[in-house]
């Protein structure tokens, strides 16, 4: 029965149904098959939508959506411009930079490319550099949203690993910054084999005073969520509720850029975002139950530990497995579906909870830039313009530090769990 759920799965996927439909064929033919009670269907449903964590998903994707309404994004990549724009690769450093700045208020990739995207392309394209690895470079930044605190896939994780999610978000801030210094990096080099274009002179001390106040406001706004995680304050939920009362306070007060219209779109938006998610939370709930109930998770942990004991080689063997199927399934599913799999035997391994937790999702992120069902690729070529193949092109030199990102983080797991540490 098991093979045949799989496999109906698989050829439904295939074939190209949407996944929530190919999750839920053939749980609920299950559910009918073994004369469970149809009810059973929507009770495990509602009953994994019934978490408080889960709670700060829409919040934050609201937070995300009022930042570009409201033109803050605008402003974060004009002081991005001013601290980067002159150091090797221009307006390429600012692409990164900008993102982590951002990442820090939207926590998900691709509300960071359709946010920042479309002002970085359009800069950089007008200042010299090929459209097509202004939108390579934009996919490889976002990155690194999904990681940096607000994290929606942490969040996830999380729920569905009974994992602290304050120590998921903080783990989440030193491998962010490693992978933007190894962006930062590869785009030096780059620029200097390819000369590429940079601002003319240094910004002078009133330009970038002026940039840095203008930005001030939204760049407290990571500090305030993270530090009030630190020391207790809040939780993630909490704080992404306190994050958009402040972002809205700014955007009114400070800026007086917000308009109702721009808060009825984000809110079209948020709702819009909020239940493709959820829906799929749901629906691979159902999915995991009865993967449960047919004994998965424990054949599977039996199989993985009969491969090796030592929990290195296992998580490059779990990485492995994760690089495919984020191919092909988008990082909430995946998360749904096989991290609770894996979760239990790579930590009977000795493999730390929080520590496979950032790999994991790292590693799932890979699949947004990686054909054949990279979201991230689709969305950028729609935003600039241009083919998915040319974008593919110009992100091949791209991967080096996003793989080395992922292999460092393997290797040296203190330095995602150094900062939790500190909190215990």
Known sequence: MTLLLLGTFTLLFIFGWPVVIAVMLPAIAYVLWNDFPLELVGQRMVYALDSFPLVAVPIFIFVGSLMNQSGITERIYTFSSACVGRIHGGLAQVNIFASLVFSGMSGAALADIGGLGRIEVKAMTAHGFKKEFASALTCASAIVGPIFPPSIPLIIYGSVTNVSI?????????????????????????????????????????????????????????????????????????????????????SVVIYRSLTWQHLLASAYETIKSTAAILVIVSAAALFGWILAVEGIPQAAAKELLSLSKDPLVLLLIVNVLLLIVGMFLDSTTATLLVIPIIAGPLHMAGVDPIHLGIVAIFNLMLGLFTPPMGLALFLIADIAKVSIRSVLKEMLPLYIPLVGTLIVLILFPEITLWLPKMMR
């Open 166 to 250: 304050v120590q998921l978000l903080i783990a989440g801030i030193v491998p962010a910054l490693v992978c933007v210094v190894f962006l930062m990096i590869t785009v030096a080099i780059l620029a200097w084999k390819y000369d590429f274009p940079r601002a003319e002179r240094w910004p002078t001390r009133q330009e970038l005073s002026s940039s840095f106040l203008s930005a001030l406001p939204a760049l407290l706004t990571p500090i305030l969520m993270v530090g009030g995680m630190l020391v207790g304050w809040f939780t993630p939920t909490e704080a992404a509720s306190i994050t958009v009362v402040y972002v809205i306070f700014i």
